[in-house]
């Protein structure tokens, strides 16, 4: 082959690639995966300390099940947190935010009661997940009289109210583009202890 076939040739091979359809890159490649649908993760707030009286931060029982909260949600891209205004709703998502730097949005408990609470939780999960470019998971730190009450207000179907007990449980909503919300019920950390009655909880409890 001659230097000026040679040539010729390079001259081709740059032509070619300058004429590459502008955007093709890997990831809209066919078969590529695709961004995972960003899930919805609502639990209790952890164990409670008895003081302050007026706004409880956590037990020594409660710090550890913060750290059981990262621990379960490690394989996840939370970029969101919603929590009330009381400090333990904070304080179990404490060891993920400080993980992640996840943002933060504060739903008060007003005198108003837990129903608008709720509906304003949904509210803002619902802007925070159609956010332009947003496809992270979202975490919702709520109360045992609010935590069931989210979940259908985000499309889920109507669990009983959670037990003084119940610290463990953690319902996952995973939105589809039809409208439909599949919901999974588990547990993480300790297990809770036996609690025989349910009773309704005033809000914040």
Same mark, same amino acid.
């Given at each position: 082959?001659?230097?000026?076939?040679?040539?010729?040739?390079?001259?081709?091979?740059?032509?070619?690639?300058?004429?590459?359809?502008?955007?093709?890159?890997?990831?809209?490649?066919?078969?590529?995966?695709?961004?995972?649908?960003?899930?919805?993760?609502?639990?209790?707030?952890?164990?409670?300390?008895?003081?302050?009286?007026?706004?409880?931060?956590?037990?020594?029982?409660?710090?550890?099940?913060? !750290?059981?909260?990262?621990?379960?949600?490690?394989?996840?891209?939370?970029?969101?947190?919603?929590?009330?205004?009381?400090?333990?709703?904070?304080?179990?998502?404490?060891?993920?935010?400080?993980?992640?730097?996840?943002?933060?949005?504060?739903?008060?408990?007003?005198?108003?009661?837990?129903?608008?609470?709720?509906?304003?939780? !949904?509210?803002?999960?619902?802007?925070?997940?159609?956010?332009?470019?947003?496809?992270?998971?979202?975490?919702?730190?709520?109360?045992?009289?609010?935590?069931?009450?989210?979940?259908? !207000?985000?499309?889920?179907?109507?669990?009983?109210?959670?037990?003084?007990?119940?610290?463990?449980?953690?319902?996952?909503?995973?939105?589809?583009?039809?409208?439909?919300?599949?919901?999974?019920?588990?547990?993480?950390? !300790?297990?809770?202890?036996?609690?025989?009655?349910?009773?309704?909880?005033?809000?914040?409890?």
């Amino acid at each position: 082959m001659t230097r000026w076939t040679l040539l010729r040739l390079a001259g081709l091979l740059v032509l070619a690639a300058c004429l590459r359809p502008p955007g093709r890159t890997a990831a809209a490649l066919p078969n590529m995966p695709q961004a995972a649908t960003p899930a919805i993760y609502v639990v209790r707030h952890a164990e409670k300390a008895p003081t302050p009286v007026d706004d409880q931060a956590l037990s020594a029982e409660g710090l550890t099940r913060a !750290a059981a909260l990262d621990a379960a949600l490690r394989q996840v891209r939370v970029t969101d947190v919603v929590v009330s205004h009381l400090q333990r709703t904070r304080l179990t998502a404490s060891v993920l935010i400080a993980r992640t730097g996840a943002r933060v949005h504060v739903v008060p408990i007003t005198a108003a009661g837990a129903a608008p609470h709720i509906t304003a939780v !949904a509210d803002t999960v619902r802007a925070i997940l159609e956010r332009p470019g947003g496809r992270g998971s979202v975490l919702v730190v709520g109360h045992s009289n609010t935590v069931t009450q989210i979940v259908q !207000a985000l499309g889920g179907p109507r669990f009983a109210p959670l037990c003084d007990a119940q610290y463990s449980q953690i319902f996952t909503l995973r939105p589809a583009t039809d409208g439909v919300v599949s919901v999974e019920r588990g547990t993480y950390g !300790a297990a809770d202890a036996a609690d025989a009655s349910c009773a309704a909880m005033a809000p914040g409890r």
